[in-house]
């Protein structure tokens, strides 16, 4: 006879789906069940693991091992997929593996990427510095020292600059509808430092985060520096699948979500304003911080995107990030950090112990001349400049197979390539003749996405853009004509 219990069981057993096999092989990887490089059960003995017939076992691995997570070995079996970890690492830093920096993955392959001298330069999303008025920076450097002659003798605040604040919070307002008060906002030294003092202040080892899958490669190694598990959530042009965010959100009960939903790093995708409003009543109905990353807002080629998801947030639960650093000044490294007083209460001390304030030279040239008449007239040229390059770069993509969705603003293409071009192939050749570009598995938190590169139109100008590309796509008409 048989029980109610196994009865329930069986169920549950043909009710499992090749998705959720997928998801389950993926969380064993991310938690370290099965280790870069090791060997996976076989077939049979997933199928058994997870209670599915074989063939759902299969498919499954066989989705993991497209997207670069899982090694198929002819004859051998499945595989997790190795990270290249030590790429560029020199013989003596090998001899000091130490564990803290065995963690920077990422952020070690992308500087050893960006320390080469390369003639076309598409991996750096930076603007070239040939579209800043730097000439006119310089006369605000002098009318600042005019001003405040006391200003290098002076320490900053921990939140930041008084009078700083005080325009920023006006100009959340202008621009955004948004209600903040300057001491709801701190002022860091870039966004890499905020996402760093989120990371270390709202959570702890062992917490889980989501994450987007692609996302901005260095904000995977500052989650996974602090001990915690991040759960990708994939992000397409059309934003998010809110089901299943609420669904993780809900099973498993992470501690905040990490998102840059606008002109996406490395995508260049927008999540549309309806979602915008849902995620946020997700945060509150299970308490998940949203950490909004917003550093391309003001970079928009049409109409301007949608307001940031902290518009739309009366409960405290978005963290919103703006940067300014890539089109003002990025030698300036000034973003702005907005949290509600309990989160802030959290994250001003880390802040206080990290650098006891931004310099306040740096953001008292900041405050003049972001709010200078000139510099609002820049950005919109600057925007002018970046979708003519933009236009470049996809012009000369047109004709090679390679995909990609046209972004509204940013400054990044994200490219799938056709399956028989390598991309660590196509990077090492690259590289050899000085050119740059992001290979996608840095941009992936699963360290998949193999068959994408992220190429950035900022930099180069319109000439050596068109001849970068070329350059690239001929490289990659000799590799498959060598396959
Ligand atoms: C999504 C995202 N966040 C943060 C940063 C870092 O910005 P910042 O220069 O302000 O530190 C970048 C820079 O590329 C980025 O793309």
Request: proline share 6%.
């Amino acid at each position: 006879m048989t029980s109610i219990g196994s009865m329930r069981g069986e169920a549950a057993v043909s009710q499992r789906t090749t998705k959720s096999v997928y998801e389950a092989i993926v969380r064993g990887i991310q938690t370290g069940r099965w280790l870069p490089g090791g060997k996976l059960p076989s077939v049979r003995e997933m199928g058994e693991l997870m209670q599915v017939n074989r063939l759902t076992a299969l498919k499954a691995y066989r989705q993991l091992a497209e997207e670069g997570l899982v090694e198929a070995k002819y004859k051998s079996g499945y595989y997790v997929h190795k990270h290249d970890s030590k790429a560029g690492v020199s013989p003596q830093e090998e001899q000091w593996d130490y564990p803290a920096r065995s963690l920077y993955v990422n952020r070690s392959r992308l500087s050893d990427i960006h320390r080469q001298q390369v003639d076309f330069q598409m991996s750096e999303a930076l603007i070239d510095p040939n579209l800043l008025p730097n000439a006119y920076l310089s006369n605000y450097v002098k009318q600042v020292f005019d001003l405040y002659p006391r200003v290098l003798s002076t320490y900053s605040t921990v939140l930041g600059d008084a009078e700083l604040r005080e325009e920023l919070a006006g100009f959340f307002m202008a621009q955004h509808g948004i209600s903040v008060r300057p001491d709801e906002l701190l002022i860091t030294t870039g966004s890499q430092q905020a996402i760093d003092l989120v990371s270390r202040a709202l959570a702890k080892p062992g917490d889980k985060a989501l994450i987007e899958r692609p996302t901005y490669s260095p904000a995977i190694d500052a989650f996974q520096q602090q001990g915690i598990t991040l759960l990708p959530v994939a992000i397409t042009p059309e934003g998010y699948d809110l089901d299943e965010v609420e669904r993780l959100m809900k099973a498993e009960r992470p501690r905040l979500f990490y998102m840059n939903p606008t002109f996406q790093n490395p995508t260049g995708y927008t999540v549309p304003a309806e979602q915008r409003k849902r995620l946020v009543e997700l945060a509150e109905r299970y308490q998940c911080l949203l950490v909004e990353d917003d550093v391309y807002h003001d970079i928009y080629f049409g109409s301007p995107p949608p307001p940031p998801l902290f518009f739309y947030d009366t409960e405290g639960y978005v963290l919103y990030i703006r940067s300014f650093s890539k089109y003002v000044a990025p030698g300036l490294r000034i973003s702005v950090l907005a949290a509600r007083p309990a989160l802030m209460d959290a994250i001003a001390p880390v802040k206080a112990l990290s650098d006891n304030g931004t310099p306040l030279l740096n953001q008292k040239i900041f405050q003049h001349y972001f709010f200078s008449k000139r510099l609002q007239e820049h950005v919109a040229k600057l925007r002018t400049a970046l979708e003519l390059r933009k236009a470049v770069m996809e012009n000369q993509l047109s004709h090679t197979g390679w995909e990609w969705a046209s972004p509204d603003g940013g400054l990044n293409l994200w490219v799938r390539l056709p399956d028989d071009i390598p991309v660590e192939e196509l990077l090492r050749r690259a590289l050899s003749q000085s050119i740059a570009f992001v290979p996608g598995s840095i941009c992936d938190p699963l360290g998949g996405m193999n068959d994408r590169i992220r190429l950035s139109y900022s930099y180069l100008n319109e000439t050596n853009l068109a001849e970068g590309i070329r350059r690239l796509i001929a490289i990659a008409e000799e590799i498959r004509a060598e396959h």
